[in-house]
């Protein structure tokens, strides 16, 4: 349940039952309440001249005069005063005596009022109606007993200002502790999308977009080490940019960073969801593919990743070679890697001869 849901009485739990309890606490009687009760009358004939006195008292110390601001609101608060005065020799000290004196601590928590001034000010009240009530009051007994009752009545009232008080604290705590603790997620949810963003980038060439040739070692192992376990087989495929060096030199490394993108976009068009793709330096790639074997490679990267060079303007010669491993022998991961290498440059030698004899 929301906290504007409930009465400050039901926030408080704060029932008839506690509200004898706490008079029993400050021994505060029947009979207190009776020799308020017979004040009453006196009291109201005086009342305008006790609450001129306290806030003459009050606008003299500078916080308090500070706090008040303008007449207006001076003039707000001497009517809370007469009121609050009043309640005080009614008599009738029950629930809604208790929420209103429960909805002066709220205001004055609210308004900045701090505990020593707030006692200071019930010091004040207090002393000024004793000076009354001895003025007034010429038997000793009937004094005495009048005194001690506002005194009591004093310190049960407190104690319900300083619980609108102390809960008010609390609540700013668990309020402050909350948007900590959200701050703190936040922070650890950036935090943890900035690491992995840098973990990305650690792993991925920036040019082509493609896995950063420093993992291909450690992924390879374990696809092979899976691979074993299942008796599948891998592929590896070596791929080279044929005359990528004349490319450079002649139409300028934009050009040729123009080429690497193009062939890594044909790459990733022709791998499957999971295949690895790595730039391997310079003009070189190599792709992974669990759970398939040399000849199934051979037609994913000798006829559809040509096919989806050739839907382009660019006009590029690729050297292709597979090696598989498994499913009955299985070879280590520099094995593999070295053995789809030699195949790409048997095919680079090749191209470069048909070459030379085509001149």
């Known amino acids: 349940m929301k906290q504007t849901d409930q009465t400050l009485l039901e926030q408080l739990r704060i029932t008839d039952f506690e509200i004898e309890n706490r008079k029993s606490l400050f ?5 207190d309440a009776k020799c308020l009760g017979d004040f009453k009358f006196t009291i109201e004939k005086e009342l305008e001249k006790i609450v001129n006195a306290f806030y003459l008292e009050q606008t ?3 916080e308090i005069a500070l706090l008040i601001g303008d007449a207006d609101t001076l003039n707000r608060l001497r009517n809370a005063q007469r009121k609050y005065i009043i309640d005080i020799f009614s008599g009738v000290y029950d629930l ?17 009022v701090e505990p020593k001034l707030y006692l200071a000010a019930v010091y004040s009240l207090n002393t000024l109606l004793n000076e009354y009530i001895a003025s007034t009051l010429k038997q000793s007994e009937e004094r005495i007993a009048t005194t001690n009752a506002l005194a009591k009545l004093f310190m049960f009232d407190v104690s319900l200002v300083f619980e609108t008080y102390i809960r008010s604290l609390v609540s700013e705590i668990e309020i402050s502790k909350n948007k900590s603790e959200q701050y703190a997620r936040s922070l650890e949810d950036k935090v943890g999308q ?6 990305e980038l650690s792993r ?4 082509t977009g493609l896995l950063n040739v420093r993992h291909l070692n450690e992924i390879l192992t374990k696809v092979l080490r899976y691979a074993e376990r299942h008796s599948q087989t891998v592929t590896a495929v070596y791929i080279d940019v044929n005359d990528f060096k004349n490319l450079n ?3 300028g490394h934009r050009k040729g960073d123009q080429v690497l993108r193009f062939v890594s976009e044909a790459i990733k068009t022709c791998c499957r969801r999971e295949d690895f793709s790595f730039r391997n330096g310079g003009d070189e790639f190599c792709i992974i593919l669990p759970n398939c074997d040399e000849e199934q490679a051979q037609e994913i990267f000798s006829r559809r990743l040509l096919e989806e060079m050739y839907k382009s303007e660019e006009v590029v010669s690729l050297s292709i070679g597979c090696a598989s491993s498994g499913p009955d022998e299985h070879l280590s ?3 593999l890697i070295q053995l789809a290498d ?16 085509s001149q």
């Open 333 to 335: 991961a520099d094995e």
């Open 249 to 251: 030199d002649t139409k």
């Open 27 to 31: 021994t505060f009687s029947e009979q």
């Open 194 to 199: 900035r690491t992995k963003e840098l973990e």
């Open 204 to 207: 991925t060439d920036p040019l």
């Open 60 to 62: 003299a110390i500078p």
């Open 96 to 112: 809604e005596y208790v929420n209103n004196r429960l909805r002066i601590g709220l205001i004055h928590k609210r308004i900045g």
């Open 342 to 357: 030699e195949r790409m440059y048997q095919m680079k030698t090749t191209y470069k001869k048909s070459k030379l004899t």
